[in-house]
């Protein structure tokens, strides 16, 4: 396909093409520290939850290549990070380890000649304070969703969504651990998956998987069970309320363990057919964060169907936190109404 005729089929091909390139260069500083990550590497947020120098080194690279790639565009960023804690007098020597991973992942990469000084890093997050919301196009940036994930050497994923006019338009999923099927049945391989996949979606266009160090876009597709007890379901591995979602699965008559994944990396197996239904029910008065949906969810929506408990699609306009009533629940449509009928009298039981 030409270009041009990608961009007619694609009013979205030119931030899809400088997202890619922003997940998959986060990813690759990722993936080095993760391979020799330091007690020193690791701090605790004002909300006690962990954050490493890849969250914020993945967020800088992510704004940068952005606004490199895509200068006529104005720029907004709702993004998990902020520089405050980097601010910090004891903070000087993370705040230096952080720049000169950015600085060594740009220098190892062709695309750009440019070095970024403290100052640069601590401003490029800062970028990522936008409140979003329904009016105008917004990025919307988890750069590690499942921090815990990464810090064991688990799941995690570099989550990069674009909102415009409220609605989630755009996303791309960068798996580092991900083992991805479509790949592996293009290269021909027997002897395990390829590792290490990018997913992306634009409204409209299906999604897609690629090699994360590149190969040809293959077309995923979410399984087509459509009787509950062939089907298997996806939860988180620490934020999920067990006894609800074994109530749930029981009540379909799901017969297989739950797979328990950090991450939206969950979001990515479901969308290539890894397992049937994601159930995410977090601990009463959690506040679900839009960058921890707005790239998986589109990426499933693609296929299959994202709603809460409720049966109502997820309401990315409302701000940094997504408006929605108890729980998320992402399955194929042959499912979906069965599964909402079986949310909705476990959580009347359990009231
Ligand atoms: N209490 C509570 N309940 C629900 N969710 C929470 C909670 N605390 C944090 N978070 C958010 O969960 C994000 C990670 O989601 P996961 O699905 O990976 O969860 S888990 O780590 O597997 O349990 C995680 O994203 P990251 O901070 O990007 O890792 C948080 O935004
Ligand atoms: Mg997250
Ligand atoms: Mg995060
Ligand atoms: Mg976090």
Same mark, same amino acid.
């Given at each position: 396909m030409s270009q041009l005729t990608e961009v007619a089929a694609n009013p979205y091909a030119d931030e899809l093409a400088a997202a890619k390139k922003a997940v998959s260069l986060a990813a690759r500083l990722c993936q080095r520290v993760q391979q020799g990550?330091?007690? *020193?590497d690791i701090q605790s947020k004002a909300d006690r939850t962990p954050v490493t120098v890849a969250d914020y080194g993945s967020q800088v690279l992510i704004s940068l290549v952005l606004k490199k790639e895509l200068p006529s565009h104005s720029f907004s960023m709702v993004a998990e990070e902020d520089s405050e804690d980097l601010r910090k007098d004891d903070a000087q020597q993370i705040l230096e380890h952080i720049t000169s991973l950015v600085n060594e992942t740009i220098a190892n990469d062709d695309s750009y000649n440019m070095s970024l000084s403290k100052e640069d890093v601590l401003a490029a997050l800062d970028g990522g304070k936008s409140e979003g919301g329904p009016s105008g196009r917004h990025w919307i940036l988890d750069p590690i969703d499942g921090t815990k994930g990464f810090i064991r050497g688990d799941q995690y994923a570099v989550a990069l969504g674009l909102l415009d006019e409220g609605k989630v338009v755009l996303g791309v999923l960068g798996c580092p651990n991900l083992p991805s099927k479509s790949t592996n049945k293009h290269n021909? *391989? *027997? *002897?395990?998956d390829q590792v290490g996949s990018l997913y992306f979606a634009t409204i409209g266009c299906g999604a897609k998987v690629q090699a994360l160090e590149g190969s040809e876009p293959q077309k995923i597709t979410i399984c087509s069970v459509n009787n509950p007890v062939d089907a298997s379901f996806f939860e988180s591995l620490e934020h999920s309320k067990r006894d609800l979602t074994s109530s749930i699965a029981e009540k379909l008559g799901v017969q297989a363990p739950p797979v328990r994944m950090d991450s939206q990396a969950k979001y990515a197996a479901l969308a290539q057919g890894d397992g049937a239904i994601y159930l995410r029910f977090s601990g009463k008065g959690y506040k679900e964060r839009v960058w921890d949906h707005a790239a998986g969810s589109i990426i499933v929506t693609a296929g299959g169907m994202v709603k809460d408990a409720s049966g109502n699609d997820l309401d990315f306009s409302k701000g940094r936190y997504l408006d929605r009533d108890r729980g998320i629940i992402a399955t194929n449509r042959y499912l979906m109404p069965m599964v909402l009928k079986a949310v909705q009298e476990a959580i009347d039981e359990e009231q």
């Open positions: 990550i330091l007690q *020193s021909g *391989s *027997s *002897s395990g």
